[in-house]
């Protein structure tokens, strides 16, 4: 029983760390190829995000993402034992990740701007943003993004769109950040490339992580009042029924009409 609860738990870790090494892979990937295209990189994060639920989901709940464990853990739905074990299966996979994509990128006669993947604000971001926005910013974009996915995963009638809901949101926090920050949304992900790029990019992770901590955590504590005001007691309708008194058949009389009795003949006199 032991090895098998060991065993069990592997898979959920073992899932979540494929999960997040796809999604910065591919997302990542994308942006340093296309130089950070708007559209190809939201896409390329969105579309990842889908596929992986729809691969390990199953097991893991398809996190992918600390954030959403953080969240799933505020709001009861892991306990602390996986929460750890999430979390450092998603960093150690986006990680992998990025390693894999400098492998990839140092084979290529083409030269390609890692750089263009990590998350940035200030002189090191297109936008020039700013520590407080960009902080701002990765909290509003993950609260909207936690969100959904704590409101999606609420009812198990909604198992088969929970892939396609949460890659459409991811898509779309994604269109809005990326010429601001790069859009991180996902510690995991905002941390790999500054750990391989160094200097200036590593010193401003740190809220490319708090950011997206807090806004999940707002997310669990929004979600928490939503259904709150929906846990309202339910109407028992009584209905009183009516018995009406089963009425019982009288039985007709029938009456018995006496019967005629013969005349005695008359004795002949002889």
Known sequence: MIMEGVWRDMKKYLCEFLGTCVL?????????????????TALAFGLSAAV????????????????????????????TK????????????????????MLIFDTTATVYTVETAANTFGSLSNSGITMLGALILEIILTFTLVLTVLGITRNN???????????????????FGINLTGTSVNPARGFAP???????????????VVGPM???????????????????????VVTEE????????????????????KAKSAKKLV
């Open 82 to 101: 996986d929460f750890f074990g999430y979390v450092f299966a998603q960093i150690l996979g986006g990680i992998a990740a990025f390693a894999l994509l």
């Open 194 to 208: 500054a750990i391989f790029v160094g200097g200036e990019y590593l010193n401003q992770a740190w809220v490319f």
């Open 52 to 79: 992986v639920y729809y691969i390990v989901g199953y097991i893991s709940g398809g996190h992918i993402n600390p954030a959403v464990s953080f969240a799933a853990w505020i709001d009861k739905r892991i306990d």
């Open 242 to 261: 009516i018995v009406k008194p089963v009425e019982k058949k009288e039985t007709p009389r029938v009456e018995r009409k006496p019967k005629p009795r």
């Open 157 to 175: 009638k909604n198992t088969r769109m929970v892939g396609i809901v949460v890659g459409l949101a991811l898509i779309l926090v994604h269109l």
């Open 214 to 236: 807090v806004g999940a955590a707002f997310a669990a504590l929004a979600i928490f009042f939503i259904d709150l005001e929906n846990d309202e007691p339910k109407q028992v």
């Open 24 to 40: 910065v892979l591919f997302g990542c990937g994308v942006a340093i190829v296309t130089n950070a295209d708007l559209v190809a």
